[in-house]
Nanobody
Framework: QLQLVESGGGLVQPGGSLRLSCAAS????????IGWFRQAPGKEREGVSC????????NYADSVKGRFTISRDNANNTVYLQMNSLKPEDTAVYYC???????????????????WGQGTQVTVSS
């Protein structure tokens, strides 16, 4: 059974950094595109970033471009999301999902991913 586990969330001040991890259990990540999504209270789940199975293509939401970096370590079966210059509006529960690359790209749509983890809370506040 495919299972993803997110970790690395926490409370950080505005301008701070966090690194989220998405680890796989029961399968190898290197066959899947991985997407990071977030959901704030009362809002729909939105795409943050995704990376193709081989890591050759990455995609970012406009709101995080230049601040967040997605990477993957297939040898360790883990995908990371480095988040810098965090803002209060980045506060949300962050989820990772597994999906398929489309024409060697990934699409930031929740419908393109599945096997969601339980999420990790990120709170940006002074």
């Amino acid at each position: 059974q495919l299972q993803l586990v997110e970790s690395g969330g926490g409370l950080v001040q505005p301008g701070g950094s966090l690194r989220l991890s998405c680890a796989a259990s029961g399968f190898t990540l290197d066959r899947y595109a991985i997407g990071w999504f977030r959901q704030a209270p009362g809002k729909e789940r939105e795409g943050v970033s995704c990376i193709t199975d081989r890591g050759s293509y990455t995609n970012y939401a406009d709101s995080v471009k230049g601040r967040f970096t997605i990477s993957r370590d297939n040898a360790n079966n883990t995908v990371y999301l480095q988040m810098n210059s965090l803002k209060p509006e980045d506060t949300a529960v962050y989820y990772c999902g597994a999906g398929s690359s489309v024409f060697r790209r990934c699409v930031l749509s929740p419908g393109m991913f599945g096997s969601w983890g339980q999420g990790t809370q990120v709170t940006v506040s002074s």
